[in-house]
């Protein structure tokens, strides 16, 4: 059984830093493309960061700049670093990867910014 679990949400106020953290764990031969997203109530998940297993990275417009995803292969784990944080990047964040040709989610973790 894989799975992935979360941290590093909270709240945090307008122009501070959170970093996210997703490990994947259970039975896994080999893990493709990891990446985060964002949903906000009554709206669609979106893209928010994701990342190759060779590193290679794409973000949506809104966030270049100031988040990172980075990814530690050895410990099955994505990393974003978000700075800068505004209040409209509240959102519930869900962790995603492609893990022997199936997608996985996170439960996802709550990122409340304060204006």
């Known amino acids: 059984q894989v799975q992935l679990v979360e941290s590093g949400g909270g709240l945090v106020a307008a122009g501070g830093s959170l970093r996210l953290s997703c490990a994947a764990s259970?039975?896994?031969?080999?893990?493709?493309?990891m990446g985060w997203y964002r949903q906000a109530p009554g709206k669609q998940r979106e893209l928010v960061a994701s990342i190759t297993p060779s590193g290679r990275t794409n973000y949506a417009d809104s966030v270049k700049g100031r988040f990172t995803i980075s990814r530690d292969n050895a410990k099955n784990t994505v990393y974003l670093q978000m700075n800068v944080l505004k209040p409209e990047n509240t959102n519930i964040y869900y962790c995603?990867?492609?893990?022997?040709?199936?997608?996985?989610w996170g439960q996802g973790t709550q990122v409340t910014v304060s204006s």
């Open positions: 259970g039975s896994i031969w080999s893990i493709n493309g």
């Open positions: 995603n990867a492609n893990i022997d040709r199936y997608v996985y």
